[in-house]
């Protein structure tokens, strides 16, 4: 894959682009070709104070904010190549170099492994120019890694689904457990509660009578004893008779 960043060394602003005054377009070339030259000498810092100084004079210069981001990058500070590119996407867009600039800015979000995005950017490189064979490399390379990507974030998904259904299955059967051991102890103590009432009622029931059945059972009782009663008397009378016959005798 080519990391390589396609430089465009432009010597002036394109007149669309700005609508400054030819003193200020003249200022705003020198400083584009100053930082062009210091570039070229890798002298990034530089060039980089020469753009920004671009900028300043005519903030709508493409040149000086498609260099800078490119300096940018060759400083290794990526993320803030990012963000100049962002600043100037609508006017690259329409611009004769909207190729390199997809190819450099799908570099950009290479490098922070943001494959959707790269694959996007070298997509629109491609579009624009067909043979560029960096472009098609890193485009085909990009795609690949976002398979990839994907393939491990599904497998990864799918890692997720199956632990929380092996936890929930888990969950299932302790519940499913610890629901029959409740009703195991449930039966126990209802079996116990009616153990332990019918040894009560053994113990403590008294038989239930009606009081018509009491007053029956109480005449039957009284009868009986006056019944004994009367066969008492009369042995006794029988034994009183019998001793006076022995005495008159």
Same mark, same amino acid.
């Given at each position: 894959m080519s990391m390589s960043i396609k430089y465009l060394f432009l010597a002036a602003v394109f007149s669309v682009l700005s609508c400054m005054s030819v003193s200020a377009q003249?200022?705003? %070339?020198?400083?584009?070709?100053?930082?062009?030259?210091d570039f070229r000498k890798e002298d990034y810092k530089a060039a980089e104070i020469d753009y920004r100084k671009a900028i300043v004079k005519d903030s709508a210069s493409f040149a000086a904010g498609y260099n800078l981001g490119n300096t940018l990058y060759r400083m290794g500070d990526k993320e803030q190549a990012g963000k100049i590119y962002d600043k100037i996407r609508d006017a690259a867009a329409l611009s004769p170099y909207a190729a390199d600039y997809y190819y450099n800015t799908g570099n950009v979000v290479a490098d922070a492994e943001n494959w959707q995005a790269a694959v996007d950017? #070298?997509?629109?490189?491609?579009? %624009?120019?067909?043979?560029?064979?960096?472009? /098609? @490399?890193? #485009? =085909? #390379?990009?795609? /690949?890694?976002? @398979?990839?990507? *994907?393939?491990?974030?599904?497998?990864?998904?799918?890692?997720q689904k199956d632990q929380n259904q092996d936890q929930d299955?888990? /969950?299932? $059967? *302790?519940d499913d457990q610890d629901n029959q051991n409740d009703r195991n102890d449930q039966n126990q103590d209802?079996?116990?509660?009616?153990?332990?009432? *019918?040894?009560?009622? %053994?113990? $403590? %029931? *008294?038989?239930? =009578?009606t009081p018509q059945a009491a007053q029956q059972m109480l005449q039957a009782i009284q009868a009986k004893e006056k019944e004994t009663q009367e066969k008492v008397n009369k042995e006794k009378a029988q034994v009183l008779k019998s001793r006076q016959k022995e005495k008159n005798w």
């Amino acid at each position: 894959m080519s990391m390589s960043i396609k430089y465009l060394f432009l010597a002036a602003v394109f007149s669309v682009l700005s609508c400054m005054s030819v003193s200020a377009q003249d200022s705003d %070339r020198r400083d584009v070709r100053r930082g062009n030259r210091d570039f070229r000498k890798e002298d990034y810092k530089a060039a980089e104070i020469d753009y920004r100084k671009a900028i300043v004079k005519d903030s709508a210069s493409f040149a000086a904010g498609y260099n800078l981001g490119n300096t940018l990058y060759r400083m290794g500070d990526k993320e803030q190549a990012g963000k100049i590119y962002d600043k100037i996407r609508d006017a690259a867009a329409l611009s004769p170099y909207a190729a390199d600039y997809y190819y450099n800015t799908g570099n950009v979000v290479a490098d922070a492994e943001n494959w959707q995005a790269a694959v996007d950017a #070298y997509r629109q490189a491609l579009l %624009r120019n067909p043979s560029d064979m960096d472009a /098609k @490399e890193n #485009y =085909i #390379y990009a795609r /690949k890694k976002l @398979e990839e990507q *994907q393939n491990q974030q599904n497998q990864d998904n799918q890692d997720q689904k199956d632990q929380n259904q092996d936890q929930d299955n888990d /969950k299932n $059967g *302790q519940d499913d457990q610890d629901n029959q051991n409740d009703r195991n102890d449930q039966n126990q103590d209802n079996q116990d509660r009616n153990d332990g009432g *019918q040894d009560q009622n %053994r113990q $403590g %029931r *008294q038989p239930k =009578i009606t009081p018509q059945a009491a007053q029956q059972m109480l005449q039957a009782i009284q009868a009986k004893e006056k019944e004994t009663q009367e066969k008492v008397n009369k042995e006794k009378a029988q034994v009183l008779k019998s001793r006076q016959k022995e005495k008159n005798w």
